[in-house]
């Protein structure tokens, strides 16, 4: 049986992705922040902040020898909406950077054995097309500029990861309706989530490295 953990799994495409890669018969655990957070039926649930460096290594004690197929580092914010110069609030970008950089980061390095020790050998991270630089509109600068952030920890985690086998890629699940993309967004949550499952599937060792849309194609960084 093949395994993935997913963080941030308590809700939107996190929730998706658990629902779907367990109906398909994967074996899945998801990380959420509150132990009360609903999961999807046979999710194993693990309890940890990726902001927290003790909860992070915490979850790597609980998890040891368990080998990972896949570890998508899935959990995090936008932040405050609406951000523009002269209004910005540094707290909340500095919350945003902390999830969705620091904390993919830390769950990475927490639990890089247990990938070494799977089959697949896949690290895929969700990152946004918000955070392609030769694309930017000047929008949403925290949640931009913290996947673009993303995107390099990826380029990087594949350089030094290589000699090793394991494939690190950077994905965008396209504009979804879900709390964060909003109710007029184009693609379903589970459209996006069978797609970026395909992307998935399909990724070999050249892959690595790489910042893919949902459909496949690649982003320009």
Request: hydrophobic residues 45%.
């Amino acid at each position: 049986m093949s395994t993935i953990l997913i963080t941030g799994a308590g809700r939107g495409l996190g929730h998706e992705l658990a629902r779907q890669y367990a109906a398909d018969g994967w074996r899945v655990i998801g990380t959420v922040r509150d132990a009360k957070a609903k999961l999807p039926a046979e999710v194993e649930r693990q309890v940890a902040d990726v902001t927290d460096p003790k909860q992070v290594a915490a979850l790597g004690k609980s998890l040891r020898g368990v080998p990972l197929d896949v570890l998508f580092c899935n959990a995090g914010v936008i932040g405050k909406r609406g951000m523009e110069l002269g209004s910005f609030d540094y707290d909340s970008w500095q919350e945003v950077l902390r999830v969705n950089v620091l904390g993919a980061a830390a769950v990475a390095e927490a639990l890089l054995d247990n990938v070494l020790a799977g089959e697949r050998k896949v690290i895929a991270m969700m990152s946004s097309r918000l955070g392609s630089i030769a694309e930017s509109s000047g929008m949403t600068l925290p949640y931009a500029t913290s996947k673009a952030a993303l995107n390099m920890l990826v380029k990087g985690l594949a350089a030094q990861l290589a000699s090793r086998s394991v494939i690190v890629v950077a994905l965008s699940p396209g504009w979804v309706r879900t709390d964060m993309g909003g109710a007029s967004a184009p693609l379903a949550p589970q459209t996006s989530v069978a797609n970026l499952r395909s992307v998935i599937a399909g990724l070999e060792q050249r892959d690595s490295g790489k910042f893919l849309s949902h459909d496949g194609s690649p982003i320009p960084w």
